[in-house]
């Protein structure tokens, strides 16, 4: 099997310091953000990592985008790891790797009009003229559902759709194999997140683009992706392919997710109760399996040892003690 993306055993911490007499400052501890995450997305592909906020998703992607340096694990792009490859051979790959923030506003700066915004990934890595560049951006533009005359507007003309829109332009101009998508409709209201899911949904086949897509919504990830990684506290807890999470979700934390997504019709009743508690603190997180704290079913082994990812059923990976016991 040939991957666009491999993510091996990658490991981010965060140090977290306390000062002490208020001056000198100690570490305390370590914010597990990212713990040994692996997964895989195939070309033309579209893996969506869904989790509680806090999860470790966006530091998941920052790392794969190079936003975030990871302290271990691998990176493997077109089979080459991202993480030892020279400034050269990186800039190459960088082009590949486009993203796509959650606020577009603030992705894009205020002062340049969105024309300009969205030719400047061609101007950093490409000798194109800037009459090249301008037809470029005009045909991206239509692409995404805007007009030409757009070009010399400014983005606080625009609405948060349309600044999307924008965003999923200049993610585009340099035609990349892989966009990471940071809950890129998050802050949009429902009519305006279906619109721009779809816009993506078309972009990726005509592009056969890869995505991985971050949310925090269930039904946005179920909405948009072939196959799901559910994390918890910088862990992967669960990876199948859409149809088999959302029709046998095995690991109860994917189960209390599904749960959570509002059903249409009040009198239906849920499979599963949906998730209670809160999220303890990554700085200190439960011993064993992290998510014993909120689990009806954590037993004994669940406190001591770390359930690992396993292959239950065909391409259905689960970590939970649960189902590696019976
Ligand atoms: Fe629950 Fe134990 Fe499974 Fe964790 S390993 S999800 S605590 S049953």
Do not use: W
């Amino acid at each position: 099997m040939s991957y666009l993306l491999k993510v091996s055993q990658l490991k981010k911490y965060f140090p977290v310091k306390k000062y002490v007499f208020g001056l000198i400052p100690k570490k305390k501890g370590d914010i597990k953000a990212v713990d040994n995450v692996s997964f895989e997305i195939k070309p033309g592909e579209c893996f969506g990592l869904v989790g509680e906020t806090g999860s470790g998703k966006t530091t998941t992607a920052r790392c794969i985008v190079l936003l975030e340096k990871p302290d271990s694990g691998k990176i493997e792009f077109e089979g080459q790891n991202i993480l030892s490859m020279s400034r050269k051979d990186l800039k190459k790959v960088k082009r590949n790797i486009q993203m796509i923030f959650q606020d577009p506003y603030t992705s894009l700066n205020p002062r340049i009009p969105i024309g300009k915004s969205i030719g400047e990934p061609l101007e950093l890595h490409t000798d194109m003229s800037s009459q090249e560049i301008r037809s470029e951006v005009v045909t991206m533009l239509k692409e995404v559902g805007l007009s030409p005359l757009h070009y010399y507007r400014y983005p606080a003309e625009f609405s948060g759709g349309q600044r999307q829109r924008i965003s999923i332009a200049r993610a585009l101009i340099l035609k990349p194999k892989l966009i990471v998508a940071d809950e890129p409709v998050s802050s949009l209201d429902v009519s305006i997140k279906a619109k721009i899911l779809n816009l993506m949904k078309l972009l990726q086949t005509k592009y056969n683009l890869s995505y991985l897509i971050i949310s925090h919504e269930m039904s946005v990830i179920r909405f948009i992706s072939h196959r799901i990684g559910v994390m918890y506290l910088g862990k992967i807890m669960e990876i199948a392919d859409k149809r088999s999470l959302f029709e046998n979700p095995m690991h109860p934390y994917t189960k209390g997710l599904i749960s959570s997504i509002p059903l249409p019709d009040p009198e239906r009743k849920m499979k599963t109760a949906p998730l209670k508690g809160t999220l303890p603190s990554p700085i200190n997180p439960p011993s064993g399996c992290r998510f014993r704290t909120r689990c009806e079913y954590a037993k004994e082994i669940c406190e001591k040892e770390v359930p690992q990812l396993i292959e239950v059923e065909d391409g259905h990976y689960v970590a939970c003690h649960l189902l590696q016991c019976s």
